[in-house]
């Protein structure tokens, strides 16, 4: 029996680390490559043996790379707030009321989510334009909701569904109305999904690639996965692999940095409501 424990152990710590080896090499080594300059980033080393910064100083002085990130910060950050916004005052009405076609209604926005971008990228590009949208951030704030919003909306609708009814029925004999019931009683008790949507919410935001690229212009506007997209070399047939390198981490560490101090937030958030009772 010891034996035969101790094979099933050892074999899931060695499943582990192949895992945790096929997730983590690509970081791993765009994180070497971005060190390399030259031909040496084709070199099959472990780690470059005359390490350089010049492709961090090249990707943030050859262009506006600062304000790709800051514009996707912007975005990035006004979509989660809106989002979360919405969606908690969508999630009281969908999880505590009651109301003919409710569940039908809840079924279409999420069922809004599953169509592919390129499916609605010609209606939001015309409606971006009948606005005046186009090669601005609230461009992509608008047409970043339409994937964000109908998952904040579910997830925060099955927590709100699990909250205890007794708190809410306290609240009202205490002649609090639905707004005080939401931002006071409700909003404290909803942090671990509210953390887990926002930043599921901020990291979609953070890496969509198709609309920032076919509703911005200019430089200047750009996110950062269109700004790296479109990196180029000193001519048409040099690819500079280095600045992308460089560039792909300076974006990557940020989320990564979020994912570890939510951490426990985020494991609460997406288990919350798993188990009744």
Do not use: C, H
């Amino acid at each position: 029996m010891k034996s035969n424990r101790l094979i099933k152990n050892g074999a899931l710590v060695l499943l582990w680390i192949v895992v945790a080896l096929f997730l983590l090499f690509p970081f791993y080594y765009a994180v070497v490559s971005s060190f390399r300059e030259g031909s040496a980033i084709f070199e099959a080393s472990l780690w470059p043996g005359d390490p350089t910064l010049a492709n961090y100083r090249a990707v943030m002085t050859d262009q506006p790379f600062a304000k790709n990130i800051l514009n996707s910060l912007i975005v990035a950050f006004s979509v989660v707030v809106l989002s979360l916004g919405l969606a908690t005052f969508a999630s009281y009405a969908f999880g505590r009321a009651k109301f003919k076609g409710r569940r039908l209604l809840l079924y279409t926005i999420l069922g809004v989510s599953m169509f592919p971008q390129v499916a609605v990228l010609s209606g939001l590009f015309e409606i971006v334009r009948l606005f005046g949208l186009y090669n601005n951030l609230l461009s992509l704030v608008f047409s970043y909701m339409i994937f964000t919003l109908p998952f904040t909306v579910w997830v925060l609708t099955s927590f709100m569904r699990d909250l205890p009814v007794e708190i809410e029925e306290a609240a009202i004999m205490d002649g609090a109305s639905s707004w005080t019931i939401v931002t006071k009683v409700f909003l404290p008790l909803l942090a671990p999904a509210l953390v887990t949507t926002g930043l599921l919410a901020f990291i979609a935001a953070w890496n969509e690639f198709l609309f920032a690229l076919s509703f911005t212009l200019t430089n200047e506007q750009r996110t950062v996965p269109v700004a790296i997209a479109l990196i180029t070399g000193a001519s048409q047939y040099e690819l500079p692999w280095g600045n992308i390198m460089a560039a792909s981490v300076i974006v990557t560490v940020p989320m990564i940095v979020l994912v570890l101090i939510f951490q426990r937030k985020l494991v609460a958030g997406l288990t919350a409501g798993a188990v009744k009772g």
